[in-house]
């Protein structure tokens, strides 16, 4: 049974830094391009960022260019989500994801994370 476990969410202050990580289990880790997604209140669910297998190509939604990092240990099966000058429109639930795939064109993932919800206040 594949688990994907979110954790690290929570309420901060515009400007702060927050870090999600996401423990995966039930899957050879190695094998899932694995990102983050978020949902705001009456929005589409995006794609934030998304890692390689290897962890050596990394992508990102425009909107958290140059402020949010993703990372992926595969020793630990964990990936995190560095967030830094957080604004208001950041607050959404944060998912976790895992694709089978060798790229990180995450659309439709295969498995997901129950969310963490990110609120961030002005």
């Known amino acids: 049974q594949v688990q994907l476990v979110e954790s690290g969410g929570g309420l901060v202050q515009t400007g702060a830094s927050l870090t999600l990580s996401c423990a995966a289990s039930?899957?050879?880790?190695?094998?899932?391009?694995m990102g983050w997604f978020r949902q705001a209140p009456g929005k589409e669910r995006e794609l934030v960022a998304a890692?390689?297998?290897?962890?050596?190509?990394?992508t990102y939604a425009d909107s958290v260019k140059g402020r949010f990092f993703i990372s992926r240990d595969n020793a630990k099966n964990t990936i995190y989500l560095q967030m830094n000058s957080l604004k208001p429109e950041d607050t959404a639930v944060y998912y976790c994801?895992?694709?089978?795939?060798?790229?990180?064109?995450?659309?439709?993932?295969?498995?997901w994370g129950q969310g963490t919800q990110v609120t961030v206040s002005s």
């Open positions: 994801v895992a694709d089978r795939r060798q790229d990180t064109n995450i659309i439709s993932p295969e498995y």
């Open positions: 039930g899957l050879t880790f190695t094998q899932f391009a």
């Open positions: 890692v390689s297998l290897s962890g050596i190509i990394d």
